[in-house]
């Protein structure tokens, strides 16, 4: 059976409010080498990349939850299905993950990434140099994703948080987390956000920040 080769270290501690696909936001994560993969010299050469692949474990979802082999993609408005291979969903049958992220520096066994949408904890299985000359396809199709606007919303804070992280939590909740069945003015959610539960609502399709309270 394949061992994790890393964990990641990320500001993200539940899978609610995670980026549903990467390089949408710039948070700073760590990939962190696990013995006896945690050498210098397996990253040898490794800093003249400015992206790469990681493969982890999607390892909070236990494997019998959601064995169907369609899911219903939020960007579809969970209203349409679709198979799961046609889908990002981590969901799968072996719960493995793929993400592009841009790759800031390395620090001995530790790599400092952006654009990652991973869960802390997240084992990483492979690190892969992403090559611009081969996997950058301009003219690929994209299939049911194309026409698909990006959205984002405002995001208004009601409470005080310090600058650092008041951009990083104005970046994560402009993406929307919430449930794509959930209806403007539905509840109060709640994100954990680094040592932050973050308290929020949406009024006329702007994000207010209620409540940030410090976790102890």
């Given at each position: ?5 890393a964990i990641i270290h990320s500001i993200f501690k539940e899978k609610f409010s995670i980026p549903r696909q990467p390089g949408l ?38 494997d019998n939850e959601n064995s169907s082999l369609t899911v219903r993609p939020p960007r579809l408005g969970g209203n349409k299905k679709v198979g799961v291979f046609a889908s990002r969903s981590p969901y799968r049958p072996n719960r ?121």
């Open positions: 059976m394949n061992k994790p080769i936001i710039s948070i700073e994560s760590q990939i962190k080498l696990l013995a006896p993969y945690d050498r210098e010299e397996a990253l040898v050469g490794l800093e003249d990349f400015s992206h790469i692949w990681v493969i982890f474990s999607f390892h909070d979802i236990a493995l993950g793929l993400s592009l992220v841009k790759l800031e520096r390395i620090e001995k066994n530790c790599l400092f990434i952006s654009g990652g949408d991973f869960l802390d904890g997240t084992p990483v299985y492979d690190l892969k140099p992403y090559l611009k000359e081969v996997e950058s396809i301009p003219d690929a199709r994209s299939g049911w994703t194309e026409n698909l606007e990006p959205r984002k919303l405002e995001v208004l804070f009601e409470c005080k948080v310090e600058n650092k992280w008041e951009a990083i939590i104005r970046e994560v909740l402009s993406l929307d987390p919430r449930p794509s069945y959930h209806p403007e003015g539905y509840k109060e959610y709640g994100s954990l956000l680094g040592d932050f539960d973050v308290h929020w609502i949406v009024e006329q399709n702007k994000i207010v920040v209620k409540k940030i309270i410090k976790i102890i």
